[in-house]
């Protein structure tokens, strides 16, 4: 067992995580993607843990699902470890913030890990691609269906079907990526932003991802009606009357997370 494979750092109330396979274009072996799991489930339930910055190297974010790893496995090994399912999947239930600081390569997998996050913040040299047909499989972590909800199926059939990548500026300007910058300002940027969030009340956090997440599953119909009954919930917590009682008496809020 490698350890490390996930560097966390603290800052304040944000963790950061770093994808460390530097050597391997940071590669998602599974023994990586168990420890981003476990990292992630901790989190889950630690209040001292606000947001979360997850990111790669300058070079690459992730060059997608280990190759080297999964290339001699049988349709029964990964059926009956229900790969991706069992540990990538974590990422995608995680309820508090997490924001994709995306740098160089973001390939397969680690394509489909960034999309997992809440939002995408990416360097200039960013490039983002599901070249996955390239080596005889398919997207296996949600990517044709993610990358079709952020960029539409022209240009998610162009990638999928091509493994075409794409640079960073036509990310943002098709909605994969939210904004872009100097590969120096991404992380203080990120950092800063997620810090910005832990200053925020955590469940109303929590409704307000629940809520957009739901927005991929149901109707508008059904998303509104579970949306206007979250808003409803938020008024019988501590926060919701902190939050206007502050704006109303022009003083910063102090959220309690209750
Ligand atoms: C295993 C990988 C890897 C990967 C790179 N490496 N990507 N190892 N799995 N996905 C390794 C290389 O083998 C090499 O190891 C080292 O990292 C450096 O990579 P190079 O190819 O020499 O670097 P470069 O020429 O700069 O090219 C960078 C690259 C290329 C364009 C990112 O490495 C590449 O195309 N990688 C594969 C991208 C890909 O197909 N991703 C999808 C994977 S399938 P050595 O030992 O030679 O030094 C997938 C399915 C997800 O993600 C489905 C659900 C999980």
Redesign the pocket.
């Known amino acids: 067992m490698q350890e490390n494979l996930i560097l966390m750092e603290k800052h304040g109330r944000v963790r950061l995580l770093q994808i460390n396979r530097p ?3 940071n ?2 072996s599974p023994e990586l993607m168990l420890q981003l799991a476990k990292r992630i489930e901790d989190f889950e339930t630690d209040p001292e843990v606000g947001a979360v910055v997850l990111t790669g190297n300058e070079k ?1 974010f992730a ?6 790893a ?1 290339k001699d496995w049988s349709y029964m090994d990964v059926y009956q470890a229900d ?2 399912t069992s540990t ?1 999947e974590r990422i995608s239930t995680f309820r508090k913030p997490v924001i994709a600081a995306v740098a160089g ?1 973001a ?4 394509c ?1 890990l960034a999309m997992m996050c809440d939002f995408i913040l990416a360097a200039e040299n960013a490039k983002f691609g599901q ?2 047909i ?2 005889g ?1 398919i ?3 949600g ?1 044709t269906q993610r990358l079709a909800r952020f960029v539409g199926k022209s240009k998610a059939m162009e990638m999928v079907l091509t493994g075409r990548m794409m640079l960073a500026a036509e990310a943002e300007r098709c909605g994969l990526v939210s904004r872009v910058f100097p590969i120096a300002e991404l992380l203080p940027e990120a950092l800063r932003v997620a810090q910005k969030m832990t200053e925020l009340s955590s469940p109303i956090l929590m409704m307000a991802k629940e809520s957009v997440n739901r927005s991929f599953e149901v109707s508008l119909e059904e998303g509104i009606r579970f949306e206007r009954r979250l808003f409803h919930s938020s008024f019988a917590t501590e926060d919701q009357k902190e939050g206007m009682a502050a704006f109303v008496e022009k003083r910063k809020p102090t959220f309690k997370n209750r």
């Open positions: 050597e391997a274009m590669a998602l690459a060059a997608g699902a280990d190759i080297k999964m790969f991706v990538w390569f390939l397969g997998g680690g489909e070249p996955e390239t080596i499989t997207p296996g972590a990517g």
